[in-house]
C-alpha cells in the first residue's frame, strides 16, 4: 500500500497549490480519502475528506470556499485545490484513506505560505 503527495511548496499569501495524492495497492474507489495537516507544535487536524464516489465532501471550517477536494477513480488519485492561502494554512499535509479496519497515510508534503 502507497500513498504518495506531491505538490506542496513555498508560496506567497493569496496564492494557488494544488496537492495530489497518488494511491497504489489497494482497491481506491472503496476508500473515503482525505486531506490533514499538522503545523509544528499543534495536533494533526483533518482539512478535507469525500467519500468514495467525490459525491459528499466535507470541509474544516477554516479552508471552506478556499480549498477543494476532488478524485479520479480511474487514475487512483486524490487532489486538494488549495486557493488564497494564509500564513497560517503552514504545515504538512498529509494524504489518508479510510474504509472499515483500514486506515492508510502518506509521507506528508510541506505547504509553506510566506512572503
Known amino acids: 500500500v502507497q500513498l504518495v503527495e506531491s505538490g506542496g511548496g513555498l508560496v506567497q499569501p493569496g496564492g494557488s497549490l494544488r496537492l495530489s495524492c497518488a494511491a497504489s495497492?489497494?482497491?481506491?474507489?472503496?476508500?473515503?480519502m482525505g486531506w490533514f495537516r499538522q503545523a509544528p507544535g499543534k495536533e494533526r487536524e483533518e482539512v478535507a475528506t469525500?467519500?468514495?464516489?467525490?459525491?459528499?465532501?466535507y470541509y474544516a471550517d477554516s479552508v471552506k470556499g478556499r480549498f477543494t477536494i476532488s478524485r479520479d477513480n480511474a487514475k487512483n488519485t486524490v487532489y486538494l485545490q488549495m486557493n488564497g492561502l494564509k500564513p497560517e494554512d503552514t504545515a504538512v499535509y498529509y494524504c489518508?484513506?479510510?474504509?472499515?479496519?483500514?486506515?492508510?497515510w502518506g509521507q506528508g508534503t510541506q505547504v509553506t505560505v510566506s512572503s
Open positions: 489518508n484513506g479510510r474504509v472499515r479496519d483500514s486506515d492508510y
Open positions: 495497492g489497494f482497491t481506491f474507489s472503496y476508500y473515503t
Open positions: 469525500t467519500n468514495w464516489s467525490g459525491s459528499v465532501t
